[in-house]
């Protein structure tokens, strides 16, 4: 089998030289200000500049001073006018792409400008980065002796009208749309196979399209992929997709935290063989890749046309924003950027732990809006996560789905956490499963241990045990099925968990509650 990727492999050398690894905090305040002045400098005569005045900022305190901090909505009617056709409005030229995100607190969706800047500067230089990291640290890679399997979403759009040549889908899909030629000779699937935008016709397209390919490596969402490789082991009649796919050797993936997933992953291929890179690819921007073996953290990409700056949680006030060189490691904060798709001083909702400074490596801790602190608790997504995963190592359990909320104290009991959970493997016991996640999520929550300290604030959570491809049904009927949309999994009201407790029932005759807690609390918020 010929192995190009000893020649190839140079190209991608270039990415990992020392300069770019950012070793000490002067280095990353250099790359950061050559980032601003670049993106303020081309973006000083567009609507947005002149309204604030961008020839005039000479520093990033005077940035940080003049032009305000915004969330989608402050945005909303620029990128409408973008939609529409106009120029020169939040980064120069017209913007023709643009990829839909999740909704905002009205129920509308976002519509992120793909910019012509964002996709040369940002993404796919940010792609480049990733295969550059792995090769890195993989010296023995066949990586490009085959293919890459990559899944990606499509141009499906809730926007009414469009004006011609403007395309609004999933960011997987501009990326896919408008990928280098090149690259197709090493990509599956087809690229109309990738864009298709029904997951039911999608999903048997893309397994006949892989099954007889030499596929190296994989990328997307872990949870979507899960069902693929699922569905090709079973069409192949094999046990693991290594039977299938025996050059398989690294899964890039991103969109939601890996170790719930692991387990399942370990099942289903050959551990030996198998190895992982975690990658943090937004619809806003690529910004980080996993530079180091088995270890926390991603490298935050300085170079590729994002400005970062970190707010404190809590805090909604543009002066309390830091750049990288301020930021200390251990803490937690908002993730704020200015990016060449023309996102200025945009709050894009994810919350980063700094885990070092030299060089800059963050962790994703979750959603601004994914988190419990219905009771002081301080529930964040990647407490959550890491609970789940260890209390499925210890119990054996394994976990498909699951979202959480509060249950409010009323007259007859305090409050608690309720989890909604679709098993892949149930636990012998759910009510002994959620002992141990309730002990785990002490130990991950100092918060959560305090008010959970003699039952005096918040009872031991509970558990309502999901039908299966109740969340699926849920994403479908929210016209949010497909391989980059995801579950929220966690909520500081019932709006999410009570929408799709409404779908539990059982679709078929073979399907039985297992949990105990629906003896228990059979009004349904178990």
Known sequence: MINPTPLIRPWFGRRCRPDRGWTSVKSAQAAQARTLAWLLTTARDTAYGIRHRFREIGSYDTFRATVPLVTYPDLRADIERMVAGGRDILWPGRCRRFAQSSGTSDGKSKYIPVTDASLRVNHYAGGADVVARYLNLYPDSRLFAGKSFILGGSFATEHATLPPGV??????????????????????????????????????????????????????????????????????????IHDVWPNLEVFFHGGIAFGPYRDQYRAITDPARMRYLETYNASEGFFAVQDRRDTPGMLLLLDIGIFYEFLPLGSSDALDAIPVWQVQPGHTYQ???????????????DTVRVESVEPLRISIAGRTKSFINAFGEELMVYNADNALADTCGITGASVANYTAAPVY????????????????????????????????????????????????FLDRLSITTARPGLFDDWLASTGKLGGQRKVPRLANDRTTIEAILKLNTPKNAEYSEPSENSKKYPDGNS
């Not at 141990?436 to 305090?450: F, G, H, I, T, V």
Request: a positive charge; one cysteine or more; glycine letters at 6%.
């Open 409 to 456: 104290a009323d007259g007859a009991a305090r409050g608690r956490h309720q989890w909604l959970i679709e098993w892949n493997t149930p636990p012998a016991s759910v009510e002994a499963f959620a002992d141990e996640l309730d002990r785990q999520l002490q130990r991950q929550n100092s918060d959560y241990q305090a008010k959970r300290t003699g039952g005096i």
């Open 167 to 240: 395309r609004i889908g999933d960011l997987s899909a501009n990326l896919i749309e408008n990928i280098n030629p090149l690259a197709n000779l090493v990509r599956i699937p087809s690229k109309e196979i990738a864009l298709m935008s029904d997951w039911t016709r999608k999903l048997p397209a893309l397994v006949e399209a892989s099954l007889r390919e030499n596929v190296t490596n994989i990328s997307g969402v872990p949870s979507w992929f899960l069902t693929v490789l699922r569905e090709v082991i079973r069409r192949a009649g094999a046990t693991t």
């Open 335 to 349: 993730l704020i950027i200015s990016s060449c798709n023309g996102l200025w001083r945009y709050a894009i909702g």
